[in-house]
């Protein structure tokens, strides 16, 4: 039986049309795992041309292998793709005038592509199994010629021919490369580049015996009939790009304009994979990266505006980018690069956006129960200066609202405080505390009573700088580094309106007191 379809007509000249116009690029994914990082900077370059200039944005699910081809995973692509923020104008959810827009519901199309290039002479039925192929492979490479297929079937009596298909026997199709056919583009990023077409593929297969399409034969005629104006894809495509070109001139149709961007690679220049640790672009919103951080960073794995910028919003990638300032030597997956990149987005929050991202954090760690309060803002307060993540908050609360004192008191790094009189400051922060003078009357003058406090303290003992704010610190902290002194403190005040388990100041001054009775 016939893998073509007879009865199928698929008039392809009103959207063949709209190839030349405006800009259309489309981004591909196969839906046979997660969405990786480097399909990810593929979807932003094709997002970011097409609203750099005014043109749309296709997605396209490549799902003929049916075999590893899940919803589930289609389902999980576009989720990652729609918390990046890359919103599509045409796709299997938006439907345009050159859908079906997944692959396995386009089989009708490419039998009837596949039927023109068999009666225009462009393709031709292939009866040679399996057994027969393996050995034609085994009998070239013994030869030392390339694994090819040698043509059998291409020119074969018609009547035979006819007669083999009338039994129904099983066969494929196969597309008839001209002899001598040399293929070149020039490649929006790689240049100049060009194949020996029958030296390199031979006849290839572009519908199997079960009447399922290749890979190639379905990429070239849906960018035909999508009016695909441009092709931005990884350089490991570049192979296939081959095929596709001669699929295209065989019909008749505009190629697109190729760029093969360079892969990914980690630290160690090897192909960025999963023991470089995440990969996946959900690892990384698990992690808590923010999607603008992530845009930013991928748009710099291969291009750059031609100056030193490095925090791009997203109004200015689309203004400012470029294929022709995509470079092709590859791209190093830096994390530390991307951990200080969020860190500068997250800063660029307002609190009111931040805080909530840090209150989820501190909730799910089991620090706090009111995503919302007033202990959350004074954290997000304390801790946007210093995070990469917002997870990050977490460890720096913890500890803010701990007092570890005698472990830091013994320590090498206390050391000099220690030696430099802290008992004294020690004793002089009692006082205070005794007195009433580190408990504010009231929020609002909270700032302006501790900076009126502690210069005071520092006149009457005679210190200033390092020698009076670190063993200040010490003694009503019990750490040697951290935030601001008194806006921990803030912190801890509404840690207990909140009922936050903490170390209260009480508490603390109950263990510094302790401490200073035993010297």
Known sequence: ???LAEDTAVDTAPVLSAQGSAVRVRFAPSPTGTLHVGGARTALFNYLKARNEGGKFVLRIEDTDEARSTRESEDSMVKDLKWLGLD?????????DCGPYR?????????????QLVDSGFAYPCFCSEEELEAKRAEAEAAGRPPQYDGTWRDADPAAVQAKLDAGEPHTYRFKVPPGKVVAIKDLVRGDVSWDADSTV???ILLRSSGVPVYNFCVAVDDALMGITHVIRAEEHLTNTLRQCLILDALGRARPQYAHCSLILGEDRSKLSKRHGATSVDQFRQQGFLPEA????LSLLGWNDGSEKEIFTED??????????????PAVFDMQKLRWMNGQHLRALPDE????????ALVEAGICTDAQGEFVAACTHICKGSMELVADAVPQVQMMLSYPLVDTLVSEEAHEIMEDGFVDIAKAVLAAHEAGELTPASEADAAAQWKAWIKALGKTLGRKGKRLFHPVRVAITGAMSGADVGEQLACLRAAGGEGVEHVSLDARMAQLREWVDKQ
Not at 105 to 115: C, G, L, P, T
Not at 316 to 329: A, C, G, P
Not at 353 to 360: I, K, R, Y
């Open 1 to 3: 039986m016939s893998a």
């Open 88 to 96: 599509w104008d045409e796709g299997p959810d938006k439907p345009g």
């Open 103 to 115: 692959q396995s519901e386009r089989k009708h199309i490419y039998a009837d592509v596949a039927k």
């Open 202 to 204: 031979g006849d290839f």
């Open 294 to 297: 992530m845009k930013n960073y």
């Open 316 to 329: 200015e990638l689309k203004q400012s980018f470029d294929l022709r300032r995509v470079i092709k030597s």
């Open 353 to 360: 956006e931040l805080s909530p991202l840090v209150g989820t």
